[in-house]
């Protein structure tokens, strides 16, 4: 029924496809981790990391013997910890990876489209995948302006290629990475423009989503004490697992980290502001006076806590 529509992005995709690290690649551990990364990370971002990782934990079994803040370490810019959580609580629940959907879909953090890929890319599986990019390809091709998650997934397993499922998944993302981008799509360049229904009014669809970032004022203190740097354990679903400098959010936050690492006051250096999915901080950042710099040594940071001591770090150095 679709045969022609396989055949045109099939053959564009063979012909055009980037050299990815993970791409050929057979073995399930790898491709579950690129598809992890890929997540919430864009491609020329998650290439390091990729190496990186696999360079330390070469196997499943490997990190599952690693411990959390190894993982955490080596994971440590990436952001969206809780992929590097969920990888590592899978790799301690499974000795190797399920070769079907549906028994991929009960580990630990793999939603419908991680294991879909990973079932159809490592095992041949013929289920589709559907991500952002793919999801704003179908709302296109077949002009919906708010197509519901099951509606998509419907359309993407009608026109999947039962024969090379992997190969179709990886395709269709490799378009809506290269060519159906969300703002300035390359419709002149896409192989299947004919068989798209909104290709006149492409961002019309879908209606963009509306992300609410809720702001948040928070206060960090960098107190260099007897033995070296402070630093807390991080808890929560954001940076569970990491360790920062403390923070406290709200009215009166200054005064409750004074009280409660037994200091009396405390000098402001400066502001830092940090994005999360829902939330948008705007850190207040004070150090303990006389201090010299801190080394937060071996333990893994988030990227706010790395801005917090960059700012606090660079107001004590000498200046020329």
Same mark, same amino acid.
């Given at each position: ?46 290439? @390091?990391?990729?190496?990186?990782? $696999? ?49 991929? $879909? ?74 159906? $981008? ?6 002149e360049r896409c192989p299947v423009a004919w068989f798209c229904r909104g290709k006149a009014e492409p961002g019309r669809y879908p209606t963009p989503k509306k992300r609410v970032q809720t702001p948040v004022e928070a206060v960090a203190l960098v107190w260099v004490g007897p033995d070296g740097l402070y630093l807390e354990r991080r808890e929560g679903?954001? $940076? ?77 150095? @000498?200046?020329?």
């Amino acid at each position: 029924m679709h045969t022609s529509l396989q055949q045109a992005l099939l053959g564009w995709y063979y012909q055009h496809k980037r050299n990815l690290p993970w791409r050929g690649e057979t073995e399930a551990y790898r491709i579950l981790l690129s598809e992890v990364l890929l997540q919430q990370t864009r491609v020329e971002q998650a290439i @390091p990391y990729y190496h990186r990782f $696999l360079a330390v934990f070469p196997s499943l079994a490997a990190l599952a013997q690693a411990e959390l803040e190894a993982v955490l370490r080596v994971w440590q810019g990436a952001g969206y910890y809780a992929r590097a959580r969920h990888l590592h609580r899978l790799a301690q629940t499974v000795s190797e990876l399920p070769s079907t959907y549906s028994a991929l $879909l009960e580990l630990p953090g793999l939603g419908p489209y991680t294991a879909a890929a990973v079932a159809s890319i490592a095992f041949g599986e013929p289920v589709a995948a559907v991500d952002g990019n793919v999801r704003r390809m179908l709302s296109r091709w077949m002009a919906w302006e708010a197509p519901s998650p099951k509606q998509l997934q419907a359309k993407a397993d009608e026109l999947l290629a039962p024969e090379a499922p992997g190969d179709w998944n990886q395709a269709m993302m490799e378009l809506g990475a290269t060519v159906c $981008l969300p703002q300035t799509p390359r419709c002149e360049r896409c192989p299947v423009a004919w068989f798209c229904r909104g290709k006149a009014e492409p961002g019309r669809y879908p209606t963009p989503k509306k992300r609410v970032q809720t702001p948040v004022e928070a206060v960090a203190l960098v107190w260099v004490g007897p033995d070296g740097l402070y630093l807390e354990r991080r808890e929560g679903r954001l $940076l569970g697992g990491l360790w920062g400098v403390p923070v406290e959010e709200g009215a009166g936050a200054l005064e409750r980290l004074l009280q409660r690492l037994g200091l009396e006051r405390a000098e402001r250096v400066g502001t830092v502001q940090h994005a999360f999915t829902h939330r948008k901080l705007r850190v207040q950042v004070y150090r303990v006076p006389g201090n010299g710099l801190g080394d937060a040594g071996n333990r893994p940071l988030s990227r706010l806590d790395r801005k917090i001591l960059e700012l606090a770090q660079a107001d004590l150095l @000498p200046c020329g």
